[in-house]
């Protein structure tokens, strides 16, 4: 497979670093089949779907994973280090992995102090330069610490340029959120639905469902090679319970269009169906790489925001779409002056 074929410059100025204000105002594309483009606006969503279909969101919580603190000087000659500290993956009720700065002058066994009484110490190092944290709280005390001395975990596109601030608190973060916080990047679809957009879907009739999937710092990575001849990208864990396998089965079978709300929910759909289109429970991890000449199983349209030129997630809308047709899409929206990433506009991708 040629990389190449899934790039395209993007102008810097196009990389959103707020979210339209209100959320529902951001531009929506809708890309068709047929390689038909329109201009609209979220608020837009429910005249194109129908009264039944159902829209599927993923309702993981992000953690406030974006930590700073300081690595006690290790003897009376030494210095106090501050670091920067990132959680990439839980593990547990007490240990998570992450990436931490400055590198070089952490060890196995410090003791990284973020507040009086919440520290942790580094237990092991993983491939990436990722290190494991043993945390000094757990469970919901260790949700309750992140909570009140982290920040919203942005984007790296969006960090290189400012720094998270009581706004991302809000806007980071979608409105049907659950319980569960484990994500550390946001179901960033998700974030364009206002409470007065889903009254409208809901007056529409058409029907909302949630999965889970808990969003990983993977998300933002390069493709690598072994990815690509592995046919496989990164774990994250995901949940489809057995009651939402059969209601979106129900109403696929009944002729209604099953519609995942974000790339986390769709490779949740596809991660769970079977060769006959049929949706199963699944929970646990899923590494799934949805690339062009994959089958697309469960997936009746998408709504979805611009990803990263070369990413696995582009090539995922053009596994769905077609590469020419979402390079046209592309194009047409870097030329109307679309706003890009995780706070950026939508498309709907249209199939048939």
């Given at each position: 497979?040629?990389?190449?074929?899934?790039?395209?410059?993007?102008?810097?100025?196009?990389?959103?670093?707020?979210?339209?204000?209100?959320?529902?105002?951001?531009?929506?594309?809708?890309?068709?089949?047929?390689?038909r483009l329109e201009d609209a606006t979220v608020r837009d969503l429910p005249r194109y779907l129908s009264a039944g279909d159902v829209m599927v969101f993923n309702d993981t919580r992000v953690l406030p994973a974006a930590l700073t603190g300081v690595r006690p000087a290790r003897d009376e000659s030494g210095q106090n280090v501050a670091c920067d500290v990132n959680l990439t993956e839980r593990m547990d009720a007490r240990r998570w992995r992450a990436l931490a700065r400055?590198?070089?002058?952490?060890?196995?066994?410090?003791?990284?102090?973020?507040?009086?009484?919440?520290?942790?110490?580094?237990?092991?190092?993983?491939?990436?330069?990722?290190?494991?944290?043993?945390?000094?709280?757990?469970?919901?005390?260790?949700?309750?610490?992140?909570?009140?001395?982290?920040?919203?975990?942005?984007?790296?596109?969006?960090?290189?340029?400012?720094?998270?601030?009581?706004?991302?608190?809000?806007?980071?973060?979608?409105?049907?959120?659950?319980?569960?916080?484990?994500?550390?990047?946001?179901?960033?679809?998700?974030?364009?639905?206002?409470?007065?957009?889903?009254?409208?879907?809901?007056?529409?009739?058409?029907?909302?469902?949630?999965?889970?999937?808990?969003?990983?710092?993977?998300?933002?990575?390069?493709?690598?090679?072994?990815?690509?001849?592995?046919?496989?990208?990164?774990?994250?864990?995901?949940?489809?319970?057995?009651?939402?396998?059969?209601?979106?089965?129900?109403?696929?079978?009944?002729?209604?269009?099953?519609?995942?709300?974000?790339?986390?929910?769709?490779?949740?759909?596809?991660?769970?169906?079977?060769?006959?289109?049929?949706?199963?429970?699944?929970?646990?991890?899923?590494?799934?790489?949805?690339?062009?000449?994959?089958?697309?199983?469960?997936?009746?349209?998408?709504?979805?925001?611009?990803?990263?030129?070369?990413?696995?997630?582009?090539?995922?809308?053009?596994?769905?779409?077609?590469?020419?047709?979402?390079?046209?899409?592309?194009?047409?929206?870097?030329?109307?002056?679309?706003?890009?990433?995780?706070?950026?506009?939508?498309?709907?991708?249209?199939?048939?």
């Open positions: 497979m040629d990389l190449s074929e899934f790039e395209f410059d993007l102008p810097e100025h196009l990389i959103a670093l707020r979210p339209a204000d209100p959320q529902d105002s951001a531009r929506l594309l809708v890309v068709h089949g047929d390689g400055p590198g070089r002058r952490l060890k196995e066994s410090d003791t990284i102090i973020f507040a009086e009484g919440f520290s942790a110490e580094i237990t092991g190092r993983h491939e990436g330069g990722e290190i494991e944290l043993c945390f000094s709280l757990a469970g919901d005390e260790l949700t309750d610490a992140l909570d009140a001395h982290g920040a919203m975990p942005l984007p790296p596109y969006i960090a290189r340029r400012r720094p998270a601030d009581a706004l991302d608190r809000e806007t980071y973060q979608t409105r049907f959120a659950g319980e569960d916080a484990a994500s550390v990047a946001a179901p960033t679809a998700g974030l364009h639905f206002t409470p007065r957009l889903l009254a409208d879907i809901d007056a529409a009739g058409i029907v909302r469902e949630t999965v889970r999937l808990h969003v990983g710092l993977g998300t933002f990575k390069p493709l690598e090679a072994a990815q690509l001849e592995a046919n496989r990208l990164h774990e994250e864990w995901r949940r489809l319970t057995p009651e939402v396998a059969a209601k979106l089965n129900t109403a696929r079978a009944g002729g209604h269009r099953v519609v995942p709300v974000g790339t986390t929910a769709m490779r949740t759909l596809e991660s769970c169906v079977d060769t006959d289109g049929i949706l199963h429970a699944a929970t646990g991890p899923t590494d799934i790489f949805l690339k062009p000449g994959d089958a697309v199983r469960a997936t009746d349209a998408l709504v979805t925001n611009f990803h990263l030129p070369g990413s696995s997630l582009f090539m995922l809308v053009c596994a769905l779409m077609g590469t020419e047709i979402m390079q046209a899409a592309y194009a047409h929206a870097i030329a109307s002056e679309y706003r890009f990433y995780s706070y950026g506009d939508a498309c709907l991708l249209l199939p048939t």
